[in-house]
């Protein structure tokens, strides 16, 4: 039986309580007649109480044979209305009905934690979550791949991207049209994209913004799918709706924490004052990033086609470019920059170039930046016709994290898991192109 649905069986179990004592105030006013509609109500609740614990748990239980006895006893009662003591009536209906409310209560619950990732490469952002749930006998875990759209230029929703295939071997995948959130209410919903609607690149599907599923479940958790460079957060990330609807944000560190608490007090002053200062404590948790968690080997399942650029002693350079360069007004310095980067390492001997682009990259150029497209895949071409060095488009962060040496490029929130294992850093500049 599941959280909810034994909530929902004894609130029911409440209510035939307050009848008894309806029961019995209307029988000592001699109001026959409204007592054996009580009565019926008992009845029906009974009944339906028995069907639904039936249908989550089997036939012939205890619980349920205690309702019978309880269901016999109402009959009973109502035979002899004006026979028996107000008070002797009352004591008898809540005698059975307690016996079935503690079989209820001792049956075992089942919680379900539902995580909804919607892109593969974002997966590291659960993973280490999901296997804490796995690895704990009282909760079964669900991983719902949730389908995403790409904008148009004009805003519009294009083609509907869904990644379920992509996800690891190990991790069992559910059909995100063959569950129902709101039939099967979880008792908690993990998320990592925040934005709902006032993503400007992609959205995923309107069924699984924040605001809809918050409803369905005792509790929705969001974990960024991000970490922060340097634990300095901008403003505009404690404010999203993941942000606003979730009950539970965790946070990589205290630092982190205070900036989200702090932003969220001063650009939501009315809805901290609604849910109270001890609630909104309690939403930002400082538990760190499941990002730091992972610890991939990096001299397994390298890909073949990698192996040819590995030579003995050769340093790995990890090449990191952010969607931002090929937004408008900043596209053409930034393919001339990456033109610089590929003939500056092309020439090198003694290491080779990781080059892992966003992988949203393209798509935000065809949201924001048409022209910037062609220019741009060319480049890309040239890189792998000429093996320059690695291209990797695959959802493995930390396997090229683990692989490389170094970090060079865009500022991004891969510089803090690069810091996380004492690995240097240097930030590209667009503007240099000096050897």
């Known amino acids: 039986m599941r959280g909810f649905q034994k909530q929902q069986i004894m609130n029911v179990i409440d209510s035939m309580h307050a009848l008894h004592g309806e029961i019995r105030d209307r029988l000592q006013s001699g109001a026959y007649d409204v007592v054996e509609g009580a009565l019926t109500d008992c009845q029906e609740a009974a009944i339906s109480v028995g069907e639904a614990i039936e249908q989550i748990e089997g036939d012939d239980t205890k619980a349920v044979r205690c309702l019978e006895q309880y269901c016999e006893r109402l009959y009973q009662i109502s035979l002899q209305l004006q026979n028996i003591a107000a008070q002797k009536i009352y004591k008898s209906l809540e005698s059975g009905l307690v016996k079935a409310e503690n079989e209820i209560k001792h049956m075992p619950v089942r919680k379900t934690a539902v995580f909804l990732p919607y892109k593969a490469s974002m997966w590291d952002s659960l993973e280490s979550v999901w296997k804490a749930a796995c690895d704990d006998a009282e909760w079964e875990s669900v991983v719902i791949p949730i389908p995403y759209y790409n904008r148009n230029t004009d805003d519009s929703l294009g083609e509907m991207q869904y990644e379920g295939a992509d996800f690891p071997e190990d991790v069992p995948v559910t ?36 605001s809809r599923i918050k409803d369905y479940t005792e509790k929705l958790v969001y974990i960024p799918y991000f970490v922060h460079q340097n634990d300095i957060v901008a403003e505009h990330y404690c404010v999203l709706p993941g942000t606003i609807y979730a009950d539970v944000v965790i946070l990589q560190s205290e630092k982190v924490r205070e900036q989200y608490l702090r932003y969220y007090e001063a650009a939501l002053p009315e809805l901290v004052e609604k849910q109270g200062r001890e609630a909104i404590e309690k939403k930002f948790q400082a538990l760190g990033s499941p990002k730091f968690d992972v610890s991939a080997d990096s001299q397994n399942d390298i890909p073949e086609e990698w192996r040819e650029f590995l030579g003995q002693g050769k340093k790995v350079i990890f090449f990191n470019t952010h969607l931002r360069g090929l937004m408008q007004g900043k596209s053409e310095q930034f393919l001339r920059k990456l033109e610089w980067v590929f003939n500056f390492f092309q020439k090198q001997e003694d290491v080779v170039l990781l080059w892992r682009p966003h992988p949203l990259m393209v798509e935000t150029a065809r949201a924001m930046n048409p022209e910037a497209v062609e220019p741009y895949l060319k480049l890309v071409d040239r890189y792998r016709r000429q093996k320059i060095g690695i291209y990797d488009d695959s959802r493995e962060l930390h396997r090229a994290i683990d692989l490389s040496d170094a970090y060079y490029g865009s500022g991004s929130s891969v510089v803090e898991l690069f810091r996380q294992q004492g690995k240097p850093v240097m930030l590209m500049s667009e503007q240099i192109r000096e050897d």
Do not use: M, R
Not at 196 to 204: A, H
């Open 175 to 210: 059909d995100w049209q063959q569950y129902s959130l709101e039939k099967e209410h979880p008792d908690i919903i993990f998320i990592h994209n925040p934005y709902d609607q006032f993503n400007i690149v992609t959205t995923v599907h309107p069924l699984f913004y924040a």
